[in-house]
């Protein structure tokens, strides 16, 4: 959604990435006050089926082996991530429950193991560094 507000094109991604897959970051992540110390590359749990263009102006940041833009940076604090680390094992179990869902589900070569991966670190990273770059705290 902040992609297209940015004016960049929106569209289906070759592929879905909905489970466990490893996110690389980009040189410039290695300096960025969000991503920087995450090492590359590091699981993170996905669920989309459309990608983007980088919006003009932005700084590249992630990507991963089935979608190329996967986080950005636009101006000092709008950030753009593709990628889920806010994500919790009972969050994907309910997604994975959801009739909504079930048919990107039904499609998995095998189930989603919620606690495959423990993110939470993770996640406090990526928000402090932003709250703190926001300068929220």
């Known amino acids: 959604m902040i992609a297209k507000a940015l004016g ?15 996110i690389r970051f980009t040189q410039a992540a290695g300096a960025d006050p969000v991503f920087s110390g995450i090492p590359s590359p590091t699981m993170f749990f996905h669920w989309h089926g459309e990608t ?8 590249w940041l992630a990507y991963s082996d089935r979608c190329r ?12 991530v593709q990628f889920h680390p806010e994500i919790t094992p009972a969050m994907i179990e309910d997604w994975s429950a959801q009739p909504v869902n079930c048919g990107d589900v039904d499609d998995l070569p095998c189930p989603i ?5 423990d993110t939470a670190h ?9 709250l703190k770059e926001s300068k929220l705290i």
């Open 52 to 59: 983007f263009d980088l919006p003009a102006g932005a700084e």
């Open 69 to 80: 833009h996967q986080a950005y940076r636009y101006g000092d604090n709008v950030y753009g």
């Open 8 to 22: 960049a094109r929106v569209y289906r991604n070759p592929e879905k990435e909905i489970g466990w897959f490893p």
């Open 122 to 130: 993770l996640a406090r990273h990526v928000m402090e560094g932003w």
């Open 113 to 117: 193991d919620p606690h495959a991966f």
